[in-house]
T-cell receptor, first 115, second 115 residues
Framework: AQKITQTQPGMFVQEKEAVTLDCTYD???????LFWYKQPSSGEMIFLIY??????QNATEGRYSLNFQKARKSANLVISASQLGDSAMYFC????????????FGTGTSLTVIP | GAGVSQSPSNKVTEKGKDVELRCDPI?????LYWYRQSLGQGLEFLIY????????KSGLPSDRFSAERTGGSVSTLTIQRTQQEDSAVYLC?????????????FGSGTRLTVV
């Protein structure tokens, strides 16, 4: 079974609008971390936001917030007030504390911001 | 340096040749990871180094792949007798520890093309 599932291969959003990128995960480990990364055309992976499985509140970092629904095993990324520079690939990832050695990545969502 | 440095940034090689990819992690980061990203795919875990511990090689796809990390710093990923299916972007990442909640810092990758 896929550890991380991103069902939106491509998304479009109007500049200044908000957009939600979907991510669901699968784990039996009660302790885990969820991450979002941005990969622009330059290829570098840029860390955006982190959510721990025991965190009570949704994580926020500037215009990024993570909509964490533990019972549904979803960790959607919300980008508010989209900017042209937000156009990139976005990857959801998970690390299980009891394995600890690797991140599991989804296949990514390509976001295009339209002026 | 300030970030994770990978070299070369691009490598074109003939099928059957050996290649070496280099990763220079952030100074002081004890954990180092190699991932492979094929076109349109997510990231595939290859190998993980943590300090002086034996590396986790569970993601290496075949015995043509090997990696070493000298002095707990620079790492080299070697692919012997390259095949066309080895064509991908090879990403290196480092973190302070494997449990660093801020995730990994990635390099810009090496784009390997086997012709």
């Amino acid at each position: 079974a896929q550890k991380i599932t991103q069902t939106q291969p491509g998304m479009f959003v109007q500049e200044k609008e908000a957009v939600t990128l979907d991510c669901t995960y699968d784990t039996s480990d009660p302790s885990y971390g969820l991450f979002w990364y941005k990969q622009p055309s330059s290829g570098e992976m840029i860390f955006l936001i982190y959510q721990g499985s025991y965190d009570q509140q949704n994580a926020t970092e500037g215009r990024y917030s993570l909509n964490f629904q533990k019972a549904r095993k979803s960790a959607n990324l919300v980008i508010s007030a989209s900017q042209l520079g937000d156009s990139a690939m976005y990857f959801c990832a998970m690390r299980e504390v009891n394995t600890g050695n690797q991140f599991y990545f989804g296949t990514g969502t390509s976001l295009t911001v339209i002026p | 340096g300030a970030g994770v440095s990978q070299s070369p940034s691009n490598k074109v090689t003939e099928k059957g040749k050996d290649v070496e990819l280099r990763c220079d992690p952030i100074s002081g980061h004890t954990a180092l990871y190699w991932y492979r990203q094929s076109l349109g795919q997510g990231l595939e875990f290859l190998i993980y180094f943590q300090g002086n511990s034996a590396p986790d090689k569970s993601g290496l796809p075949s015995d043509r792949f090997s990696a070493e990390r000298t002095g707990g710093s620079v790492s080299t990923l070697t692919i012997q007798r390259t095949q066309q299916e080895d064509s991908a972007v090879y990403l290196c990442a480092s973190s302070l520890t494997s449990g660093d909640p801020n995730g990994y810092t990635f390099g810009s990758g090496t784009r390997l093309t086997v012709v």
